[in-house]
């Protein structure tokens, strides 16, 4: 773990080092002071003792600069940090956080239920025979939204799959160029459908099939294959690059094919 998560010194140490590092090389003791809540007589010990330690070197009177040292020193305790973080978030606050669901079934506050996810939306089933569980907070009729808590396991699911399909620009050709008879069928299999550019939007009201969105294409495909859907993006080939570069970013599975 961290020693700035273990003892007050060993943070505020850190802390005054972050305030010298943003505001090398003229340093305002007072300033320090204030931003870390301790007197500018304790931030003079500290420097004093970062000097000391070669974390920190003295260029003049008020003028000081992290050395290598320092910077290395900041680095350990920033990862130990972050990692300390991801494990509450992660792995305590997951387990204790509330979440809506959909019940499948009635369900009774304090209940037992297996988790699944259901055209992209998490859906809850009395009973634990499921590999992920969580217990009811409330009260809920079949159909209806329910709050879970306490979540064990993992949400046996596949990720979807993400097809782009480009449209030439309106100046070669746009929705006009279009075979419809290849884009058809995709359209039919897919859990969503979205559109990026104009060209796209018409070619989609031209197969009466309004976008799920117009809008944000690549990031509402990425979320949609997160939660197991598949995804139809048609996009203007102006806009493809955007699209895709935001399903690489979460780490999504995508192939892109013409129109």
Aim: net charge negative; hydrophobic share 40%; glycine share 8%.
């Amino acid at each position: 773990m961290s020693g700035a998560l273990e003892d007050k010194r060993t943070a505020t140490r850190f802390r005054i080092l972050v305030e010298i590092a943003d505001r090398q090389p003229a340093v305002s003791q007072g300033e320090i002071a204030d931003a870390v809540g301790v007197t500018s007589q304790a931030v003079s010990e500290y420097i004093r003792d970062l000097v000391d330690d070669e974390l920190v070197e003295k260029e003049g009177r008020s003028r000081y600069r992290v050395t290598k040292e320092g910077v290395d020193w900041l680095f350990k305790e920033a990862n130990a940090i972050r990692r300390f973080a991801d494990h509450v978030t992660e792995d305590i606050l997951e387990s204790v956080q509330e979440d809506a669901a959909i019940a499948t079934d009635d369900i009774e506050t304090g209940e037992t239920v297996t988790l699944s996810l259901r055209a992209g939306l998490l859906h809850a089933t009395p009973g634990d025979d499921g590999p992920a569980i969580g217990v009811a907070t409330t009260d809920a009729e079949a159909g209806t939204d329910v709050s879970v808590t306490g979540f064990e396991g993992v949400i046996d699911y596949t990720p979807g799959r993400v097809t782009v399909y480009q449209v030439p620009p309106v100046r070669d050709g746009g929705s006009r160029r279009v075979d419809e008879s290849t884009l058809a069928p995709a359209l039919d299999d897919a859990d969503v459908v979205v559109a990026a550019g104009v060209e796209a939007v018409v070619t989609l009201r031209r197969m009466e099939r309004d976008p799920a969105v117009a809008v944000a294409a690549g990031a509402v495909a990425t979320e949609a294959a997160a939660r197991g859907e598949d995804v139809v993006v048609v996009a203007t080939t102006d806009a493809v690059g955007r699209v895709t570069d935001e399903l690489r970013d979460g780490d999504v599975s995508y192939e892109v094919a013409d129109a």
